[in-house]
């Protein structure tokens, strides 16, 4: 990461009513282009491994009589996504086979369609198409996040090897689709690296923004809380070794030296506003203060704390059933295993607070098995064990890796869009 100290030098004499940049304003400027200047590497390899994929997929929708786009832009909750777009708020279906399940729009947190509806109203290129491109551009911001974290706790080759396996999950295709994952993906990957570099408002202010884009969004206020958590006790631990070395006495809640950044806290405090801000908005539309989990629920949504999952597990290995949902399970697996893997290797604690919340909602809640591979897609952290192994491997072993993992992310994501008849 490019840490150059602000520029000292004074401001430019104003003529003509114009003024140029602060000095402190142009030093960010230039953090941000030398920042983006050591991400390019990584930014190409993720735009070309993706690209792949979508001519995999157009290749396949054009020969079935498809449209990519609408593929892309309104397949599954894209469509749900562009109602709330392009009308608002509102709609209720009831479902064609299950009497008691009744889809209800509230079900879908407002920031990505409300940003895609502004977004058309500037750029008149239709709906759809924005929706597509809000997508597009929001990972590659996440991947640009994502990369600086690899980088700034390891190494610029293990960063790069973190987006590239970002880019050949199996599922990865979603991330170029006109869903929220890209968008919360984008928030968490910048909030996480916040903490990290100790950022604690803006921390907060994207963690809130995460919480209004999917009910999971909440793992990034937990990752910020336990972020200002650690720092405040390692704050406290310095404080007092401080002490004890000088011999001063240490009050209970001491503030001199350092212990309490006021900036962290309401950060933390920040952090949690938008998740429940829209659940309690959903709330009082329903005149229920439990509204939006009964809205969840109307969709066969719950949280059971994983049964589920575990009988559909039993019923997998017992029977037999659509191809996809061995795959979500062996994906569910290996995350449970990357967990582990990630606790060993000692990553920080917001990382892993953040993974293991998501985990928690997206193992833990009932239904929809298809879709939990989508549900943990944005717990990259998961992979920093295995970009570390990519990045120490030798080079004919990491080609033979990302060529194997590549051609099964393009197939399995042309399958999952074009193919598989199941909700993604």
């Known amino acids: 990461m490019y840490t150059a100290e602000p520029v000292s030098t004074p401001p430019r004499p104003t003529t003509g009513g114009?003024?140029?940049?602060?000095?402190?304003?142009?030093?960010?400027?230039?953090?941000?282009?030398?920042?983006?200047?050591?991400?390019?590497?990584?930014?190409?390899?993720?735009?070309?491994?993706?690209?792949?994929g979508l001519l995999f997929l157009s290749a396949y929708a054009w020969y079935a009589g498809q449209h990519p786009r609408s593929i892309l832009g309104l397949a599954w909750d894209a469509r749900w996504y562009f109602r709330v777009a392009e009308y608002g708020y509102g709609t209720l279906?009831?479902?064609?086979?299950?009497?008691?399940?009744?889809?209800?729009?509230?079900?879908?947190?407002?920031?990505?369609?409300?940003?895609?509806?502004?977004?058309?109203?500037?750029?008149?290129?239709?709906?759809?198409?924005?929706?597509?491109?809000?997508?597009?551009?929001?990972?590659?911001?996440?991947v640009w996040a994502i990369y600086l974290i690899g980088a700034r706790l390891y190494s610029r080759r293990v960063g790069i090897a973190l987006v590239?396996?970002?880019?050949?999950?199996?599922?990865?295709?979603?991330?170029?689709?006109?869903?929220?994952?890209?968008?919360?993906?984008?928030?968490?990957?910048?909030?996480?690296?916040?903490?990290?570099?100790?950022?604690w408002l803006y921390a907060g202010v994207l963690a809130a923004l995460a919480g209004c884009t999917r009910p999971n969004g909440v793992a990034v206020a937990a990752a910020v809380v336990a972020g200002v958590a650690m720092d405040f006790w390692r704050r406290r631990k310095a404080v007092r070794k401080r002490a004890e070395q000088s011999g001063a006495p240490l009050g209970r809640w001491r503030v001199t030296g350092g212990t309490v950044d006021w900036r962290a806290w309401l950060g933390a405090a920040i952090a949690p506003l938008g998740w429940f801000?829209?659940?309690?908005?959903?709330?009082?539309?329903?005149?229920?203060?439990?509204?939006?989990?009964?809205?969840?629920a109307r969709w066969g949504s719950r949280f059971d704390f994983g049964w589920s999952a575990l009988r559909f597990f039993k019923h997998l290995v017992t029977g037999t059933d659509y191809f996809a949902y061995y795959v979500a399970a062996a994906i569910v697996a290996a995350a449970v295993i990357l967990l582990a893997l990630c606790i060993t290797d000692r990553i920080p604690v917001a990382l892993l607070a953040y993974c293991g919340v998501l985990m928690l909602i997206g193992i833990g809640g009932a239904g929809f098995f298809q879709c939990k591979?989508?549900?943990?897609?944005?717990?990259?952290?998961?992979?920093?064990?295995?970009?570390?192994?990519?990045?120490?491997?030798?080079?004919?072993?990491?080609?033979?890796?990302?060529i194997s993992l590549g051609g099964f992310s393009f197939f399995y994501g042309t399958y999952l869009l074009a193919i598989a008849p199941l909700a993604l």
């Open 18 to 52: 114009s003024s140029a940049p602060r000095p402190e304003v142009r030093s960010r400027l230039e953090r941000a282009r030398a920042s983006l200047r050591r991400a390019a590497p990584a930014l190409m390899v993720y735009a070309a491994v993706r690209a792949t």
């Open 93 to 142: 279906i009831p479902s064609a086979t299950q009497h008691t399940i009744l889809y209800n729009d509230l079900a879908f947190f407002p920031l990505y369609p409300m940003t895609v509806r502004v977004v058309s109203y500037v750029i008149p290129i239709g709906v759809i198409n924005v929706a597509i491109l809000i997508a597009w551009i929001a990972t590659l911001l996440s």
């Open 164 to 199: 590239l396996l970002y880019g050949l999950l199996p599922h990865a295709i979603i991330q170029t689709m006109a869903y929220t994952e890209p968008v919360m993906t984008a928030l968490a990957a910048w909030a996480l690296y916040a903490v990290l570099t100790r950022r």
């Open 277 to 296: 801000g829209y659940v309690l908005w959903v709330g009082w539309q329903t005149g229920d203060i439990k509204g939006y989990f009964k809205v969840q």
């Open 373 to 402: 591979p989508r549900f943990l897609m944005p717990a990259f952290p998961l992979l920093i064990p295995a970009a570390i192994a990519l990045a120490r491997a030798r080079p004919r072993t990491a080609w033979v890796a990302v």
